[in-house]
């Protein structure tokens, strides 16, 4: 099923094990027209950082209870690599994000 991203916004985002937040935002590549991460509002849980999630770790979304599935438990969350949210996303910070995942980067081989 389609959906369009701006009814996704203020989903509330499920994790493992709790809820971690709701939709913010989005950061789409608009070389290859898709969706690169999902920006999280943490709420008072992570302050002063932005908080990403791409693509693989998400499940389904469940337009009835506006939640969205994250398959990632919040220690995991919070362990990753932060983005300062003034600045734009490097790919020196995108290696280190999919490298603490143990995730394919998808700026090269098959995963483009």
């Known amino acids: 099923?389609?959906?369009?991203?701006?009814?996704?916004?203020?989903y509330t985002l499920k994790s493992l094990d709790n809820?971690?937040?709701?939709?913010k935002d989005f950061y789409f590549d608009?070389?290859?027209?898709?969706?690169?991460?999902?920006?999280?509002?943490?709420g008072n849980w992570l302050t002063g950082r932005q908080v990403l999630i791409?693509?693989?770790?998400?499940?389904?979304?469940n337009k009835d209870t506006q939640?969205?599935?994250v398959e990632l438990t919040k220690t995991q969350i919070e362990g990753s690599p932060p983005l300062n949210s003034d600045m734009p996303v490097s790919r020196q910070f995108e290696s280190a994000f999919y490298g603490?995942?143990?995730w394919p980067e998808y700026w090269s081989g098959p995963h483009m």
């Open 100 to 102: 603490y995942y143990h």
């Open 67 to 69: 939640r969205i599935a």
């Open 54 to 61: 791409a693509p693989y770790a998400l499940g389904a979304a």
């Open 30 to 42: 608009d070389r290859y027209w898709t969706i690169r991460y999902l920006v999280a509002d943490t």
């Open 19 to 23: 809820e971690i937040g709701k939709v």
């Open 1 to 10: 099923m389609l959906i369009k991203i701006n009814t996704l916004k203020d």
